[in-house]
């Protein structure tokens, strides 16, 4: 038994559900055979009672209390003794199949979108891929727990097929064909229990995507008085979903109430018919009640394939589901093969000029911070967009291009510290030390770097505490120095921070730019920033204009050019005044 999750979840085959059923079957294949041998001899033990029991009832009236009595009732017990066994450990065989295949796919999932980063979200709405893994997953899952049970039922079928033509031959055939004929009635509900099953997945799959955009919206729905209007859009789509999960359960209560009525009817003219036999003397009464028996225990086999049918159903629809989520490609291609250059290369971006020199403190200014942002998002190699891989591969990383180069050794050393910061619910020590590497000195270090130590006051129990839901509890300044001081935790070769001051008053954002010019000192750091609080601590500034440097100075250099008349200086001026007037309104 693996402990779970597993370091590797996989690389599943895309093209059907099939396939990816199997692929699973094969990635558990040890436990699943494991229960199915279990299951086997559990349901061969289940199927020996009616055997063993006509011969005792048989026995008894033909030699009393005798010891072929004794011998067969001492059988008995033993088949017992072990169906106890096999149903214990068969159904902790059961539970490991079903979380091996639902945890394993839920962290294929997970894997998955964390690294397609943004590409799914542009793909799928945040709700269809949540439900994927809260309920497609263990849907999944089903399908592996009730495996033992299927093929036990089937190999016990064809045993009790063989006894029983030996004993009767009209009877048996009466009993093996009857029982399939009451699977194929039930087998016709599977479609439309499918096609239902499917249009209740869609729907609350919407549902869920509509719900999460509600409460992440809910401060500004109530600024504008929207909240009646989409809880109004909740209601509806809520009762389409419950519209579609009545149509399922009527037709899952009628596949249900028939799995009842059927086999039931089917006993009741065994037992008749196995009645006419004895009374004529074909069978004995002990061969009558194996028959009874066999007929009442085959109702087993027959109530685990319907329901193997049913989370079969279940399955296909899920799989589909995990499929397309899986399906969504990253709009980063992991194509690199060449080992990352050296430490101390230089990163360069040849479409906008931008060069970032070997433990530099670089800032880049711009009338467009959004533009600014865009040349670090790409040094970054956060996407190839844009325009296309044309401009990805403009970017180069001391000899070697950026796409050349592994995505993972491009992550390690190469770190983008985006303008919105994004936190997430947990441990605030998990929360900043996301290379577990860190340890108290280091993470008090980085927060006080930061200047972000009045956040281990508004957190219960400091660094010990958690994280409430995308750092609700904090301020914007505090979220903001929260996500400066993961950044810093990485350690990273080369550190790009878009903003990463924009919501702080000018003396907590004056400590910052002094604290980041020490702690980073030695190592490449690009900021996006038109502070003259973060431009004045900054080795030098490049102003960028239509997507290209145009001019490259120390702030101050760059003011002394302006008042000189160099035009690319009075624009970069003219930004700085701007951005800095910009600010004190907002403070």
Not at 2 to 29: C, H, I, N, V
Not at 133 to 141: E, F, K, T, Y
């Amino acid at each position: 038994m693996r402990p779970l999750p597993e370091a590797d979840p996989g690389r599943p085959p895309l093209t059907s559900p099939a396939a990816f059923m199997w692929w699973q079957t094969k990635r558990q294949w040890g436990v699943l055979v494991g229960a199915v041998i279990v299951g086997i001899i559990g349901a061969v033990c289940q199927a020996a009672v009616p055997f063993v029991l006509g011969r005792a009832i048989d026995g008894g009236l033909e030699h009393g209390l005798s010891p072929s009595l004794l011998r067969w009732c001492l059988i008995l017990a033993g088949i017992g003794v072990v169906s106890l066994f096999t149903g214990a450990f068969g159904h902790r065989l059961d539970v490991v199949n079903w979380l091996r295949a639902s945890l394993n796919t839920s962290q294929l999932i997970g894997h998955h979108v964390a690294s397609t980063g943004s590409a799914i979200t542009r793909e799928l709405p945040t709700g269809e891929v949540v439900a994927t893994v809260a309920s497609d997953a263990l849907r999944l899952g089903e399908i592996y727990a009730q495996a033992a049970r299927l093929l036990g039922g089937l190999v016990t079928y064809i045993l009790v097929a063989v006894v029983l033509l030996q004993s009767s031959v009209s009877l048996g055939v009466a009993v093996l064909i009857g029982l399939p004929v009451v699977a194929a009635v039930l087998a016709l509900l599977v479609r439309p229990l499918q096609r239902r099953q499917a249009i209740q997945r869609e729907a609350a799959g919407r549902l869920t995507t509509l719900g999460a955009d509600t409460v992440s919206g809910l401060r500004i729905l109530r600024g504008i008085g929207g909240e009646e209007v989409f809880a109004g859009r909740y209601r509806e789509q809520s009762q389409k979903v419950r519209a579609a999960g009545t149509a399922v359960a009527q037709t899952q209560s009628t596949l249900d109430a028939l799995q009842t009525l059927l086999p039931g009817l089917f006993l009741a003219g065994v037992v008749w018919y196995g009645a006419h036999l004895a009374l004529a003397g074909e069978i004995t009464p002990g061969q009558l009640v194996t028959f009874y028996g066999y007929a009442a225990y085959l109702t087993q086999p027959l109530r685990a394939a319907t329901q193997a049918v049913q989370s079969g159903t279940r399955a296909v629809v899920a799989s589909r589901k995990i499929i397309k989520v899986l399906q969504v490609t990253h709009d980063v291609p992991d194509t690199g093969t060449e080992a990352a250059p050296p430490a101390g290369s230089e990163l360069s971006d040849s479409d906008s000029g931008l060069v970032a020199h070997p433990g530099q403190f670089l800032a880049v200014v711009s009338a467009d911070p959004d533009a600014s942002a865009e040349i670090l998002a790409r040094m970054a190699r956060q996407h190839d967009t844009a325009d296309g891989a044309e401009k990805a591969g403009d970017v180069r990383w001391g000899e070697r291009l950026l796409t050349d180069v592994p995505l993972a050794q491009v992550r390690e050393r190469i770190v983008l510290s985006e303008a919105t910061p994004a936190l997430f619910t947990g441990p605030l020590t998990e929360e900043l030390d996301t290379r577990e590497r860190a340890d108290r000195a280091d993470l008090e270090s980085a927060l006080a770097t930061s200047d972000a130590g009045d956040v281990l006051d508004s957190i219960p129990d400091g660094l010990d505490g958690t994280m409430t839901e995308k750092g609700r509890s904090l301020s914007g300044g505090q979220r903001q120095r929260v996500a400066l001081a993961r950044a810093l935790l990485t350690e990273a070769e080369i550190l790009l921070l878009v903003e990463p001051t924009s919501a702080v008053d000018a003396h907590t954002e004056a400590r910052i730019a002094a604290n980041l010019t020490r702690a980073r000192a030695g190592r490449t750091t690009v900021v996006v920033s038109a502070s003259p609080l973060v431009l004045d601590q900054v080795d030098e500034v490049a102003f960028v204009s239509d997507g290209r440097v145009e001019v490259r100075g120390g702030h101050r250099a760059l003011l002394e050019m302006a008042d000189a008349g160099h035009p690319g200086a009075l624009a970069y001026r003219n930004v700085v005044s701007r951005a800095t007037a910009e600010q004190e309104v907002a403070r």
